[in-house]
């Protein structure tokens, strides 16, 4: 096995271990159950897939050449074997998980614009509308690709790309969802700029924020795969070839390992919950609980109550046992930034930094913004 082989398959299976972890937290606590969240756990979820079909693939791959036929006759009866059709089957079953992990990506980027660009965000049929996008859209070009590779190009497992027409057939999407999500990126990058360019008299640093916010949004969008379709391996030989196709391979692998890194585990509210539930276990289960857990941590865990649900109105957030519905929030909204002055209220600038989502709970949950997650990291 190559050392490009052995880093990229450490890669995938870190990349693996994580995103399962990470997958479970979010599925398990029902406090993170939202709009936002659905989408990283299935963006996630493709993340793992893709590892799991390219380790599944590998080992196909493996079992198929490790024979070696002597005659004729046994390589003909070799090429028409399972092992064969096996290997095929894991082909491109990694080319359409590959193709969605792709489309999930570009779905958090279009989730993360609308958020940041949309005052009222209603989120009813929002998730089936990305779903259909992020799993569905793929077998657009996967199954054609498949269809055509049959006709025109059946040789051992699919593995190379002989013909450039019928790749284009899967590579041609795959970089459609990177401009796209590049466009995003500079969007987005426009509107932070602007928004910290406004508060730099509260802080000097805001070139700085800047220069991390960007950081953090390039793997998260996948924009740093653009560089290997304008700077392709197949454009060089030799080491230089070798060394582009290690990068790529070493980046890709652990792509789920940073994604997961800054929507889960990075995140304060995931952090949040994680220490509340840890504190609970010790205060239930542990007869030494000073061991573990401070007094005042072990004092807020057994006082804390649920938070009171909060909603909008006019003239902020007020407290109540009754949820308003989605039509009175809207109407609030709407009725005052009719009634206000040009200048937008404290009230309304809130709103439109976050995305109102029910969760499981019943509570109100504002989806986070580049900026709270820049605030994050910061800490």
Not at 74 to 91: A, H, I, R
Not at 99 to 110: D, K, M, Q, R
Not at 144 to 164: D, I, Q
Not at 252 to 274: H, P, Q
Request: glycine share 6%; proline share 3%.
């Amino acid at each position: 096995m190559s050392l490009t082989k052995v880093c990229y398959t450490i890669g995938n299976s870190i990349s693996l271990v994580t995103l399962v972890i990470a997958l479970f937290i979010l599925l398990v606590f029902r406090k993170l159950h939202c709009t936002r969240n659905y989408i990283h756990m299935n963006m996630f979820a493709s993340f793992i897939m893709k590892a799991l079909a390219v380790l599944m693939k590998d080992m196909a791959h493996i079992n198929t050449y490790a024979k070696k036929p002597s005659d004729e006759n046994e390589w003909m009866s070799y090429l028409k074997g399972d092992e064969v059709t096996m290997c095929t089957v894991f082909q491109v079953l990694m080319h359409f998980f590959v193709g969605t992990n792709f489309f999930w990506l570009l779905v958090e980027g279009i989730y993360l614009h609308t958020i940041l660009v949309t005052v009222v965000l209603s989120e009813s049929g929002l998730l089936l509308k990305y779903c259909i996008i992020g799993w569905l859209f793929p077998l657009l070009f996967v199954v054609p690709w498949v269809v055509t590779r049959l006709y025109f190009e059946n040789n051992m497992c699919w593995v190379g790309n002989g013909n450039a027409a019928i790749w284009w057939i899967i590579k041609g999407p795959m970089i459609l969802c990177i401009l796209i999500n590049f466009i995003i990126f500079l969007k987005i990058l426009k509107i932070l700029h602007s928004k910290l360019k406004a508060q730099q008299e509260k802080s000097a640093d805001y070139k700085l924020r800047l220069a991390r916010a960007t950081l953090i949004l390039i793997p998260l969008l996948g924009t740093h795969k653009l560089l290997f379709i304008v700077v392709n391996n197949e454009q060089f030989e030799g080491r230089t070839k070798q060394a582009l196709l290690f990068l790529e391979l070493a980046m890709g692998s652990l792509e789920g390992f940073l994604v997961v890194m800054l929507y889960c585990f990075k995140n304060g509210e995931v952090r949040t919950e994680l220490r509340k539930q840890w504190n609970l276990f010790v205060l239930n289960y542990f007869p030494c609980q000073s061991c573990f857990i401070s007094n005042k941590a072990r004092y807020e865990t057994k006082n804390s109550k649920p938070p009171r649900q909060k909603y909008l109105v006019k003239n902020g957030f007020y407290q109540d046992s009754k949820r308003p519905s989605s039509v009175q929030l809207l109407h609030v909204s709407v009725s005052t930034s009719m009634d206000l002055d040009p200048q937008r209220s404290p009230t309304l600038e809130y709103f439109a930094r976050g995305s109102v989502s029910e969760s499981s709970d019943g509570g109100l949950t504002l989806g986070e913004t580049i900026e709270e997650t820049l605030e994050e990291n910061e800490t």
